[in-house]
């Protein structure tokens, strides 16, 4: 960490010359909360005692949940690689979700939507550890350009990704009990969304 932000700091002063625009700022943000993130990579079974703690989300569909449960154990290579690759993430994820009173499960999102790869993509363009689509993603405040893409970025993504589950809950009006219906609509409103721009 200190050798990333001793570079932000020196690297200017070797290149006066040099102007900066929006988008290498942004890269040069991003490649530093990455750098920290790595950094708070805390003990795994902490985190996951703190999320089991709080977990609130009664099963909606306990056949599904079962058929889910019997994929990722018949596929435990797999299942262990997105563990491993939450380290980096799941500690300010968690906390962020903590801090405004969601369910912990919410959390684990990103292991469905992406396998907790920052930079996965979807064939219909969705992008990013929570696949945020384009349009969603400029609309809940998330930058796309050449250089840097907001959906990558875990601190901007996760801030997003958790105000639009927020504001589905919020509009949907339902009890607490209905967290799993407001992630079902999430992910049924980005199909109606693909179908209506198939459709033209």
């Known amino acids: 960490m200190v050798l990333a932000l001793t570079g932000l700091v020196l690297a200017p002063s070797f290149s006066f010359a040099q102007t900066y625009n929006s988008n290498s700022v942004g890269l040069s943000i991003m490649n530093l909360n990455s750098a920290i993130l790595k950094g708070q990579a805390l003990s795994m079974g902490d985190i996951w005692g703190r999320m089991r703690q709080d977990f609130r989300m009664t099963e909606v569909n306990p056949e599904i949940i079962r058929r889910q449960e019997q994929y990722y154990a018949s596929k435990s290579a797999y299942f262990n690689r997105t563990i491993d690759r939450s380290q980096p993430y799941l500690y300010h994820i968690l906390t962020e979700v903590e801090k405004r009173q969601m369910p912990a499960e919410i ?4 292991f469905i939507e992406s396998a907790f790869v920052t ?27 050449t250089l840097y893409d907001g959906r990558h970025d875990v601190y901007a993504a996760t801030d997003a990704a958790l105000n639009y589950l927020q504001y589905l809950y919020a509009y949907l009006a339902i009890g607490p009990w209905h967290w799993p219906h407001t992630i079902g609509v999430k992910v049924m409103w980005g199909k109606q969304w693909r179908v209506r721009r198939q459709r033209g």
């Open 107 to 110: 959390a684990l999102l990103p």
């Open 119 to 145: 930079k996965a993509k979807s064939p219909v363009g969705a992008s990013g550890l929570w696949q945020f689509m384009p349009a969603t993603g400029r609309h809940y405040g998330l930058e796309q350009t």
